[in-house]
């Protein structure tokens, strides 16, 4: 029987500069950062939540041909892939902060049915909510 998730994949153009984004820019923690056999396993998770992790990885070998590869980075650049939700405490305050660390926002926080709920991007494209939840469960 599954137990849970512990690893999220996250595609991403370039992983040195993922790694810096959401190292110093959100503020999370690099967990691993290693090469095995050529390839470079690097897993980055925020501070406070160590039973998740996000894999970042470059399309392409050994996971995937080129052809493929190049669709994904197609979409990266579009902008057209979802990263998920990131929950914070305070909408408003997370969006001034990591607005002044130069974070793209597609939507400034906004009033939701299920709490305040702001849009970014990370380096590579990949969107994000950034909620304040209000306990609204659906």
């Not at 057209?80 to 926002?105: H, I, P, W, Y």
Request: hydrophobic share 40%; charged share 25%.
């Amino acid at each position: 029987m599954i137990s849970k998730l512990s690893h999220v994949n996250l595609w991403v153009l370039h992983k040195d500069e993922a790694v810096a984004f959401y190292r110093d820019t959100l503020g999370f923690e690099v967990r691993q950062d290693m090469t095995l056999d050529g390839f470079r396993w690097v897993e980055v998770g925020p501070k406070g939540q160590p039973d998740v992790a996000f894999t970042l990885n470059e399309p392409g070998a050994p996971m995937m041909d080129e052809e493929s590869a190049a669709a994904i980075r197609t979409l990266l650049e579009k902008g057209a892939m979802s990263g998920g939700v990131f929950q914070t405490d305070n909408c408003r305050a997370t969006f001034e902060e990591l607005s002044a660390k130069g974070v793209t926002f597609l939507q400034e926080p906004a009033e939701r049915p299920y709490g305040v709920e702001a849009l970014f991007r990370d380096n590579s494209g990949n969107w994000f909510s950034l909620t304040e939840p209000s306990g609204w469960s659906g």
